[in-house]
């Protein structure tokens, strides 16, 4: 069975630091593109991060520059998210996807089940 599973969120108060971990099983994630999504109550699901095959190439979304990094292990078939600085507005469920030919909006053919990430003091 091929799945993604997040980990790592949990309650962090403004200014503190997060991993979140994409754990693959059931498929080798070194032929894909993954990516790190977020979806906020009452608010359409958008991207985060993305990163190549090979991590030659990532991308960052406007409010994640500077403070997130996107990072893989394809040995332990595991992405990371490390996110620092952390403000309240990135409260979401944080959701990773993959996909084999994957752009950093579309593409992407499976997805975990989402992690919480609550950002308050």
């Known amino acids: 069975q091929m799945q993604l599973v997040e980990s790592g969120g949990g309650l962090v108060q403004p200014g503190g630091s997060l991993r979140l971990s994409c754990a693959a099983s059931?498929?080798?994630?070194?032929?894909?593109?993954v990516g790190w999504f977020r979806q906020a109550p009452g608010k359409q699901r958008e991207g985060v991060s993305c990163i190549s095959k090979t991590a030659g190439m990532t991308n960052y979304a406007d409010s994640a520059k500077g403070r997130f990094t996107i990072s893989r292990d394809n040995a332990g078939n595991t992405v990371y998210l490390q996110m620092n600085s952390l403000r309240p507005e990135d409260t979401a469920v944080y959701y990773c996807?993959?996909?084999?030919?994957?752009?950093?909006?579309?593409?992407?053919?499976?997805w975990g089940q989402g992690t919480q990430v609550t950002v308050s003091s």
């Open positions: 996807a993959a996909g084999p030919w994957a752009t950093s909006t579309s593409g992407y053919n499976y």
């Open positions: 059931g498929f080798t994630l070194r032929y894909y593109t």
